[in-house]
């Protein structure tokens, strides 16, 4: 059998593959890769290919909307180009082809189009070789490679689903927008800023409907209270105790005996995935996963893009050697015993530091920003090894009447040593059995209110966490690709710098809520077909719902109020859009206003 050609999505992902299966470096046409006598191993670095539509290019006054037929072309982008071209020619030199990109459906959809493209057979979908590792370690690698499987159809079929849904749905209500615009409105510079998306249109939407600001001028009652009790109390030599106020028409309690109890606190919690990391660490969620993608590259962290909180057994019980080896548990009694149990989501395990990363840790290796994660991580182990808080409580049984009263006397942590939180300890010296006074403390009777002062300038702006968080409650994107949404809206000009809407995204959020997409329902509800496709039988059905969804909702488009859509300036005068160059010679919209003479910003 002659080589194979081993495609990975990154260029360092790529340089650990070839590590592990002894390559060399080589190079052709600039292109990177590796190489011996089996293998080729060579980088895709992202989509080579993407869905558009045919007719699409034609210009905006000669384009009937909506358009259906799809295909797959490669990039714009020469260098793109090139390397798929690159690729191709050293896949025929090869036997066969070896998908080793992300462990996501995008990867899956990467790895599939190039293998599709090298065999001259783009129209048909097809289940190439694949290897899947955790983590980039030599061992992980070449366990993968030992290991060989088929591409998995469902991850593939639904990659290809949302690539589908964007070029249709975000295509085709782009190109109407935009008629809207240009046409209708004669706004000719519109085209850098139009941009509708399935996802990005109820982000943008939910971000419009969060951040207000507005003068608050009345102040208002915020709380009462009426005030007044009786408090019952039993008299001890140690001082006074709480006593239930059903005590009150008795003058002694009866100490009958002490009770002493154990009980056990679970304390163990589940493994971080991409989506707790993202909303724990302090930075930006954009930020935080491109170090994680990095410190996966290094090899320090298994794969950050992952839903799942639990791991097998196996992976666990390294993880708990690798920690008790490096003196990195909390406790001799931490162990991966006690760790909730149940089944990875699509077989990927949580993030994870992998053995060289604890090392680089405990060696003082890693920047401050990685140490900052790697901390978060073991805590997080620490936290789901740990075994159950033992408590001993000592409960006073009073009686009075026919009533008991089980009062806790003291409290004691059995195991301090393995607490992962805090719990309070209360020590009081036994009293002897028999009767005590019962004291009763009448208070007197009056009413407060507090009251919040007027004349207060109230505000709200999102932060990204907030974002993220909306859209995990609402179902929508994925762990691998929430954080992108708010730097495409960004790129639209419809959000500035500090997510607060622009003049082009609050007309663009009423459009998008007068079709219906901003409440983010159709868009839950196609994520859900999305992740119930599994297999490529099922995109038949699924397309022929999305053209049945695309129809409704450009024909909405066009039956909008296009007076709605105008822009004025801060003036109230009619103004325009027009597009200027800034000093790095990239194009921004402004707003030029005839009867004021003067440009201002969007």
């Given at each position: ?219 208002h009652i915020g709380f009462?209270?009426?005030?007044g009790a009786t408090n ?117 395990l949580p993030i994870l ?250």
């Open positions: 059998m002659g080589r194979i050609l081993v495609v990975s999505e990154k260029e360092q992902a790529g340089e650990k593959i070839a590590e592990a299966l002894g390559c060399t470096e080589s190079r052709i046409n600039n292109l990177t890769y590796w190489e011996n006598e089996d293998f080729i191993v060579v980088p895709a670095r992202g989509h080579l290919l993407k869905v558009w539509l045919r007719g699409l290019n034609k210009r905006i006054d000669q384009i009937k909307l909506p358009i259906f037929e799809y295909y797959w072309k490669v990039v714009e982008n020469k260098e793109d180009q090139a390397r798929l071209e690159a690729i191709k020619q050293l896949y025929e030199e090869c036997d066969d082809l070896i998908v080793a990109t992300d462990w996501d459906r995008e990867g899956e959809v990467i790895g599939e189009r190039i293998y599709s493209y090298c065999i001259d057979m783009l129209n048909d979908y097809h289940l190439p070789n694949r290897v899947y590792f955790a983590s980039l370690t030599k061992r992980d690698i070449q366990n993968a490679f030992d290991n060989i499987k088929r591409m998995d159809e469902a991850l593939l079929a639904q990659g290809i689903a949302r690539n589908i849904a964007d070029a249709i749905i975000g295509l085709n209500l782009t190109k109407a927008i935009t008629k809207v615009f240009k046409i209708d409105l004669d706004y000719r510079d519109i085209q850098i800023a139009i941009s509708m998306g399935r996802v990005r249109n109820p982000v943008l939407s939910y971000i419009v409907d969060s951040t207000y600001t507005e003068l608050d001028l009345k102040p009462e209270w009426t005030h019952v109390y039993i008299q001890t030599p140690i001082g006074c105790i709480n006593a239930p106020k059903e005590f009150k028409d008795y003058d002694y309690a009866e100490l009958k005996e002490y009770l002493t109890k154990t009980e056990e606190i679970e304390q163990a919690e589940e493994l971080p995935n991409t989506y707790k990391v993202q909303s724990e660490l302090p930075f930006d969620p954009d930020y935080t996963l491109n170090l994680l993608e990095q410190m996966y590259l290094k090899q320090l962290i298994t794969y950050p893009r992952t839903e799942s909180t639990h791991a097998p057994d196996h992976v666990l019980q390294e993880l708990e050697s690798n920690l008790r080896l490096l003196g990195l548990l909390q406790s001799d009694n931490f162990s991966y015993r006690y760790c909730p149990h149940g089944t990875p989501e699509g077989d990927k530091p992998t053995y060289i990363g604890l090392e680089h840790y405990i060696n003082n290796k890693l920047s401050i920003a990685e140490k900052i994660v790697m901390n978060y991580l073991i805590t997080k182990v620490n936290r789901a090894f740990a075994p159950p808080i033992k408590i001993e409580k000592v409960v006073a049984v009073f009686e009075a009447g026919n009533m008991q009263y089980h009062y806790t006397w003291s409290v004691r942590v059995l195991n301090p040593e393995d607490a992962i939180d805090s719990y309070s300890e209360e020590y009081r010296e036994q009293i002897p059995l028999g009767k005590y006074p019962i004291i009763k403390i009448e208070t007197e009777n009056y009413k407060s209110r507090t009251i919040f002062g007027g004349s207060k300038f109230k505000h709200n702006k999102l932060n990204p966490k907030d974002i993220i968080d909306w859209m995990v409650i609402n179902e929508l994107g994925t762990d691998a690709t929430r954080h992108e949404y708010i730097n495409e809206l960004k790129k639209c000009q419809y959000i500035d710098s500090e997510l607060i809407p622009t003049t082009i995204g609050l007309k663009i959020a009423k459009v998008i809520d007068y079709i219906k997409l901003g409440d983010a329902e159709l868009t839950r509800q196609m994520e859900r077909y999305i992740r119930n496709i599994d297999n490529l039988d099922r995109l038949n059905w699924f397309i022929d719902w999305l053209k049945d969804i695309t129809t409704e909702l450009v024909q909405a488009i066009e039956g909008y109020d296009t007076e709605e859509l105008k822009f004025t300036c801060p003036h109230g005068h009619e103004a325009i859009l027009n597009a200027r160059k800034d000093r790095t010679g990239q194009k921004n919209l402004w707003l030029y206003c005839p009867t004021c003479d003067k440009n201002y910003p969007i």
